[in-house]
């Protein structure tokens, strides 16, 4: 069928600011957005710009606001969407080139809240052991994929770039919530602070983005309520 | 316009009346102080400026907003403290709305008439 | 774009974090909007259902706040709904103006006001008699 | 930023291998290291492996891993080195344990021990029946390790260099002296000096039309190493998984046909029964692969185009496939709009895993022709390398058991080199190859368009050098090979730009795909037998007497020039693979 893409450009080295260029195209409905702007890249204009990597939502490379909604380009259908598409690079992050955004600032809040396992007990010979149950208590949290759909989706974000944001929040609840870890008070001291988890007033775009369908609003809350109740 | 869902229209609206709402309160608590410089101070001419047109509307959204940000607020404590809370938090919302309505309603259908002056 | 020091470190972060500020003023949100609840349902049925909002007049206003119960009421009123409208209002502040410079300036203003409408408010309930005062502040009219 | 960088160790490539590299050689102490990716780390397609990650830990029965060499050394028909597969049946224990050390959230058993489950291949006493060692967390173990070793190198506060692109190796007097890299956002040129730079830039399933791969497999490192006279180990030998989803080739698990799911052609027929009569659609992936190829070739594939086959499991119980297929019954939802519990799924064999790759020691030394003569200061690990432990196949779950092992054991033997050596003197020009790359692409004629030249590759390699071989069709695509390397000379780009000129990029990795093509199918035409992945119809049989050793590689001025290196044997015989 006949679509009609528009997508939101920038080039530092030419424009002044970002435009608007529209695009018409054959596509399939059975064709990802991904494969609708590589198609613009490869046979149309090969200057536009955009990371992707595994083409089936698993990297976490090509979060874009497609149709007014954060989503992996690669995992949205062009029959999802209609004959009418508008892609523009996530919101809250500086874009350098069309719809690649700097993600330094997004890495950097996910490094604030020390996303690695902390445990400084020496190590068994063999696994440290935790039960099927305390594994699930974080299950959800695990399966991210850093790629910044949540957290430019936030309306708080949007206008208050020292928010650590929906990403950085989910991956210390997968740690304060991991029963072998021991630093979960170090992670509640720093989201506890001005631009950290209270700032959240739960609008849920992040749950809604969330390409692989965590909770995370849900998570947040757990977290909120987690230093809310510690004994400190 | 990013197409956000419930929560994001839910907290747009949350914000919106809390702020409104609290911009009216440091007024109001101004007009009213107003009284003790007596019935023919500054607090009637004050009135009479309260009761241009666009501070009736003004009010009548107030009162709206009140409602809406008190029945939000109910919703936002119930996910703050349950699961189930942040499970139906869609469902909550169109409640908040529906109740909002009922209540506004009435409350409206009274008030609305004096505020303007028609009663 | 501005941004503080992000801990990476465990070290980092124990230094980072010192208060627990933001944590009770979220409680304090929920429990006084838990508490607005009663008391400007309250309020407004007394000025609003109970009375034709239209007719508000002095002599509406200094009668009822002649009242020891009024008194009381509105000052619980009062008290709650400023702390929770303007901590509600410097979530705004905090979320919408981004220049340091700008967000200390914006916050001083705002409590400021606050803190002027709250000695206002407490005054026109408390040293406020309609009786003795307001003459007496009558007098002093020109 | 400062373009000239120094370090003691510089690891190409952040996915599982290069992470695990970089934080050993990081606990050297006093040895600096750097990790370059054109990726940002978490990118990396580590992330995609689902199965997990085999291990004879014994948690559910009873294991050894004398029980995992030999399994390895079968399923790789023969051409694993043996030494190496009994080393890394041992260490890839050790490997498991440190990563649940770092925290990794494996699946658990009731008594809180690391869960593991079946896979195929991996049996108890050599061969009697199905073992349990697969360590699995849900299906996504790959991320899992990924994330895990990403945020221990947060910890660890590694040096990243990300979005760097390595297009060259600096390589002097027949030793690695680092690397030289295009930085994307801003399209300066840096060279990295280091006393010992880690390979570890994973596959190449990108040159062919249907692969589980991503986008930026693209076999690079493979390829300049190549072009810098380094031979390359065993690249016939090339994994094509039998289920990958139409098209797009995203991985659908092998676990569906264990849950029961049936093959079927255009027809509607169960062909498989024709093929393997027996064991039918349970058969080894090589088998499953080239059957389901036949069929399309002979007309009988499914769909408008007859290019595609049938994955049927309307007839398992939808509780089953919600259960226990939860990602493929989304994969094929969100991607073809099919639902597998009420339609058929389109199915085709997808690219997969490349056995071979950059030769090495059992101690991740790169070495340089058949007698095993080490390259001074470089080391490779990973899908890249070959040192050979999958040999001519793969056992699923031995990659990722594979970047854990010889990942760690690249960043420690590159540290220990490192910590021993002072730095040299860079050669004069250093940059100038890469600089002569760049130029020749961005002031190339632009008569070719790069898009179409990957998608004549992609198409003929699939087409004539993937599951099915014959003498005809691969001396074909040596020609076809021959001319799109000529044609190739004349793509350019629109892009002038210098920031974030991905067009640049994607034209240049072009160059590296067309490298490896060139070395996988001279290989395959070289190698007259079938063994493992590679499947000559005109030679149908394995042949030890001649051909049990490892194919090189190397670069020949226009053409190739192939060696060969003996296969390690050692306790087990060659036998006819069977099940
Ligand atoms: C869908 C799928 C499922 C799989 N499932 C399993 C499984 O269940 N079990 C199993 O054992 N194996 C599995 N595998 C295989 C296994 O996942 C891969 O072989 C393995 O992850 C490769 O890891 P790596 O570290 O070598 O490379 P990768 O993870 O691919 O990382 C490559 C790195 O190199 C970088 N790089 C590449 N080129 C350059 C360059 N020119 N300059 C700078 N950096 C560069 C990239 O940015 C990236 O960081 C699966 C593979 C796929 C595709
Ligand atoms: C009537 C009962 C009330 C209830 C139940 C209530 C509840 C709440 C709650 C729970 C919040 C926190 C929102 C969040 O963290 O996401 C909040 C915010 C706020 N409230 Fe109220 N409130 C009430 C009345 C008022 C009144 C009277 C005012 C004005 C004086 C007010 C002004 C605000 C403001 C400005 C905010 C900040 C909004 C934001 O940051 O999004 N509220 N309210
Ligand atoms: S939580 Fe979800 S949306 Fe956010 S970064 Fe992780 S995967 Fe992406
Ligand atoms: S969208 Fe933002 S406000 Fe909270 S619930 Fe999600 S982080
Ligand atoms: S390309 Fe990997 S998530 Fe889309």
Redesign the pocket.
Same mark, same amino acid.
């Given at each position: 069928m006949q679509i009609n893409v528009k997508i939101k450009r920038y080039n530092p080295e030419a424009d002044a600011r970002p435009y608007w260029a529209e695009y018409k195209l054959e596509a399939r409905g059975s064709d990802r957005v991904l494969d609708v702007i590589n198609h613009l890249k490869w046979e149309v204009d090969g200057t536009l710009a955009f990371r992707r990597s595994c083409a089936h939502g698993i990297c976490g490379s090509d979060a874009m606001l497609i149709n007014g909604v954060n989503r992996l380009a690669c995992k949205v259908l062009v029959k999802d969407l209609g004959e009418r598409i508008t892609i523009e690079p996530i919101r809250g992050l500086p874009v350098l080139k069309d719809l690649i955004v700097d993600m330094e600032p997004f890495f950097d809040s996910y490094k604030a809240v020390l996303p690695f396992f902390i445990n400084d007990d020496p190590p068994p010979p063999g696994e440290r052991y935790q039960s099927a149950e305390d594994r699930a208590v974080f299950d959800e949290t695990t399966k991210c994929i850093l790629c910044a759909a949540c957290t430019t989706s936030c309306p708080v974000f949007w206008t208050n770039g020292r928010y650590l944001g929906p990403a950085a929040i989910v991956n210390a609840h997968r740690f304060i919530f991991d029963s072998r870890d021991q630093g979960a008070a170090e992670r509640l001291g720093v989201l506890n602070q001005a631009n950290g988890l209270w700032r959240c007033?739960?609008a849920y775009n992040c749950t809604e983005a969330c390409p692989r369908d965590i909770p995370i609003t849900r998570a947040i809350e757990e977290v909120k309520r987690a230093l809310l109740w510690r004994g400190a | 316009m990013y197409r956000g869902r419930e929560g994001q229209w839910a907290?747009v609206l949350?914000?919106m009346s809390?702020?409104a709402?609290?911009l009216f309160?440091l007024l109001h608590v101004i007009d009213i102080s107003l009284v003790m410089w007596g019935p023919d101070g500054p607090f009637n001419a004050f009135l009479a400026f309260y009761h241009q047109w666009p501070f009736r509307v003004g009010l009548i959204v107030v009162i709206a907003g009140?409602v809406y940000?008190?029945l939000n607020?109910?919703r936002?404590?119930m996910m703050d403290f349950t699961e189930w809370g942040v499970r139906y938090q869609a469902a909550l919302w169109y409640g908040v709305l529906g109740l909002t309505t009922l209540i506004g309603i009435p409350v409206l259908w009274k008030i609305v008439p004096e505020i303007l002056g028609i009663a | 774009m501005a941004r503080a020091a992000a801990p990476r470190t465990f070290s980092d972060a124990k230094a980072t974090y010192q208060t627990n500020s933001e944590l009770a003023w979220?409680v304090f949100?929920?429990v006084s909007?838990?508490l $607005?609840?009663f008391l400007?349902f309250g309020h407004l049925w007394a000025n609003n259902m109970a009375f034709n909002a239209g007719e508000i007049d002095f002599d509406y206003v200094a009668s009822r706040l002649a009242q020891p119960s009024v008194k009381v009421y509105d000052s619980f009123l009062l008290l709650f709904?400023l702390l929770?409208?303007v901590n509600? $209002?410097r979530?705004?502040i905090e979320d919408y103006i981004q220049r340091p410079q700008r967000r200390v300036a914006a916050k001083v203003a705002l409590f400021t006001v606050a803190g002027i409408v709250f000695v206002l408010g407490v005054m026109a309930l408390w040293t406020f008699s309609f009786t003795e005062m307001g003459d007496a502040v009558r007098a002093l009219e020109p | 930023m400062n373009r000239a960088h120094k370090f003691d160790v510089i690891v190409v490539g952040a996915g599982g291998a290069g992470l695990m590299a970089a934080r050993y050689a990081a606990q050297h102490p006093g040895v600096s290291v750097a990790v370059i990716s054109k990726l940002y780390p978490t990118r990396s397609h580590t992330g995609a492996a689902q199965g997990g990650v085999g291990a004879a830990l014994g948690n559910v029965s009873e294991d050894h891993p004398e029980w995992h060499a030999f399994d390895t050394i079968k399923g790789g028909d023969y051409l694993t080195d043996q030494d190496v597969a009994e080393r890394f049946a041992v260490e890839v224990i050790e490997a498991v344990y440190e990563l649940e050390h770092m925290g990794l959230p494996f699946n658990r058993t009731p008594e809180g021990k690391i869960a593991q489950r079946k896979f195929g291949g991996h049996t108890r006493e050599f061969g009697k029946s199905a073992v349990e060692r697969a360590c699995y967390a849900a299906d996504r173990t790959g991320h899992m390790i990924l994330q895990t070793l990403y945020q221990q190198s947060i910890k660890d506060r590694v040096n990243f260099f990300n979005e760097f692109h390595v297009l060259d190796m600096i390589m002097e007097g027949g030793a690695c002296h680092g690397v030289v890299a295009y930085e994307l956002a801003t399209g300066d040129i840096h060279t990295f000096h280091a006393k010992a730079t880690i390979i570890a830039t994973g596959g190449n399933g990108r040159m062919f039309r249907v692969t589980s791969n991503a986008h930026a497999l693209t076999g690079d490192l493979m390829s300049i190493a190549y072009r810098r006279g380094l031979p390359i180990e065993d690249p016939e030998f090339y994994q094509f998984h039998p289920t990958g989803l139409y098209k797009l080739g995203v991985l659908l698990t092998e676990g569906a046909r264990g849950e029961g799911a049936i093959l079927r052609n255009g027809d509607g027929e169960r062909f498989m029964e024709r093929y393997a009569p027996t064991i039918k659609d349970l058969a080894p992936r090589d088998m499953v692969s080239r059957a389901m190829y036949l069929e399309i070739r002979e007309g009988r594939g499914a769909g408008p185009d007859k290019d595609y086959i049938h994955l049927d499991l309307t007839h398992i119980d939808a509780h089953v496939i919600e259960t226990r297929l939860p990602d493929i019954t989304e994969f094929s939802r969100i991607y073809l709009g099919v639902d597998p519990i009420k339609e058929l799924v389109p199915i085709q064999p997808t690219a997969h895993y490349a056995m071979g790759g950059i030769p090495t020691t059992i101690d991740t030394q790169v070495i340089s022709d058949g007698q095993n003569t080490i390259v001074p200061g470089l080391y490779a690990a990973g899908e890249v390398a070959c040192a050979s432990i999958h040999g001519a196949n793969r056992l699923g779950t031995n990659s990722l058991g594979d970047l854990i092992v010889f990942g760690r054991r690249a960043g420690i033997e590159a540290a220990k080199f490192a910590a021993s050596e002072g730095f040299t003197e860079l050669p004069a020009g250093v940059q100038d190859r890469t600089r002569e790359l760049i130029d020749g692409v961005r002031k190339g004629k632009r008569k070719e368009r790069v898009s179409h030249l990957r998608r004549e590759l992609q198409d003929t390699m699939q087409d004539y050098a993937s599951v099915f071989r014959t003498e005809e069709f691969l001396s074909q695509q040596v020609e076809i090979l021959r001319d799109l390397q000529e044609r190739y000379e004349c793509v350019g780009v629109e892009d002038e730009g210098h920031k974030f000129n991905t067009e640049l990029l994607e034209a240049i990795e072009l160059g590296f795909l067309l490298d490896n093509a060139e070395q996988l199918v001279h290989a395959a035409l070289n190698r007259q037998e079938s063994r493992g992945a590679h499947s000559r119809e005109d030679f149908k049989e394995r042949d030890d007497a001649t051909w049990l050793k490892h194919t090189l590689v190397y670069k020949d001025g226009d053409g190739v020039r192939i060696d060969y290196k003996p296969v390690t044997l050692g306790k087990y015989e060659p036998k006819p693979r069977t099940y």
């Open positions: 007033r739960t | 907290f949350h914000r809390g702020v709402l609290a309160l009140v940000h008190a607020g109910l936002i404590i | 979220w949100m929920r909007g838990f $607005l609840v400007t709904a929770h409208g509600g $209002l979530y705004s | -």
